[in-house]
């Protein structure tokens, strides 16, 4: 079983949220890509899709959208049962999904394996419940591949890590073949940037900084 370190910390969180949450609403339409992506996208290059979980998909999102060779990153929700379902249904936990982020990128500038280690340097891979202060299995991490080579490179990547002796415990990361991706509400995506002292005080409290200090030695 995980350690409780958390506890009090999720007390904070939870106050937090609420009152993030009642700020922000929720009665916003899914947000459709409406030209932006494609006004960054190169026609003669062949970018890739990964599929990405690893708790919450604000702090995912933000770390992507940092790196060089990432296009667009896209917070919302994959793997569940309920078509078009919306952030109070995911977080229920009832519907099957986890909060996700699909990254579009240039595999001339990144390598999967990178965008992989992206991943995996935010997030705690060894966390079966939930991630950091959000528990549940909506918040667990896995990464959705998309082919084969994608699937054997995560698969990979894990058994390195988990040779590696960097985590006490083993990685329980999922990998998952992709069945779906719904694009999260409007006021989800760019969250960091649009509420960025909510964002900062959320993921200070979470433990998620914490924790990345200690195990990568960074915190973004």
Same mark, same amino acid.
């Given at each position: 079983?995980?350690?409780?370190?958390?506890?009090?910390?999720?007390?904070?969180?939870?106050?937090?949220?609420?009152?993030?949450?009642?700020?922000?609403?929720?009665?916003?339409?899914?947000?459709?890509?409406?030209?932006?992506?494609?006004? &960054?996208?190169?026609?003669?290059?062949?970018?890739?899709?990964?599929?990405?979980?690893?708790? *919450?998909?604000? *702090?995912?999102?933000?770390?992507?959208?940092?790196? %060089?060779?990432?296009?667009?990153?896209?917070?919302?929700?994959?793997?569940?049962? $309920?078509?078009?379902?919306?952030?109070? %249904?995911?977080?229920?936990?009832?519907?099957?999904?986890?909060?996700?982020?699909?990254?579009?990128?240039?595999?001339?500038?990144?390598?999967?394996?990178?965008?992989?280690?992206?991943?995996?340097?935010?997030?705690?891979?060894?966390?079966?419940?939930?991630?950091?202060?959000?528990?549940?299995?909506?918040?667990?991490?896995?990464?959705?591949?998309?082919?084969?080579?994608?699937? &054997?490179?995560?698969?990979?990547?894990?058994?390195?890590?988990?040779?590696?002796?960097?985590?006490?415990?083993? $990685?329980?990361?999922?990998?998952?073949?992709?069945?779906?991706?719904? %694009?999260? %509400?409007?006021?989800?995506?760019?969250?960091?940037?649009?509420?960025?002292?909510?964002?900062?005080?959320?993921?200070?409290?979470?433990?998620?900084?914490?924790?990345?200090?200690?195990?990568?030695?960074?915190?973004?």
């Amino acid at each position: 079983m995980k350690s409780l370190k958390y506890k009090y910390i999720f007390i904070f969180v939870m106050v937090i949220g609420l009152i993030v949450y009642s700020q922000t609403g929720d009665g916003t339409q899914p947000l459709k890509n409406q030209g932006n992506l494609e006004n &960054k996208m190169d026609k003669n290059i062949k970018y890739e899709t990964a599929t990405l979980a690893g708790g *919450c998909f604000w *702090c995912i999102e933000a770390a992507f959208e940092k790196v %060089e060779g990432v296009i667009d990153a896209v917070s919302g929700y994959s793997g569940g049962h $309920v078509e078009n379902p919306s952030y109070e %249904e995911v977080t229920s936990g009832t519907t099957g999904h986890y909060e996700a982020v699909q990254v579009k990128f240039d595999p001339e500038k990144i390598s999967y394996y990178q965008v992989l280690m992206v991943l995996f340097e935010q997030i705690d891979p060894t966390d079966d419940s939930g991630s950091f202060a959000d528990r549940g299995s909506q918040y667990q991490s896995a990464v959705f591949y998309h082919n084969d080579v994608q699937k &054997k490179e995560a698969e990979a990547l894990i058994e390195q890590i988990d040779r590696s002796n960097r985590f006490d415990d083993k $990685v329980v990361t999922r990998v998952l073949s992709f069945k779906n991706f719904y %694009e999260a %509400e409007t006021y989800h995506q760019d969250y960091y940037k649009k509420n960025f002292v909510r964002y900062s005080a959320y993921r200070s409290l979470s433990g998620r900084d914490y924790f990345l200090d200690k195990v990568w030695g960074q915190t973004d």
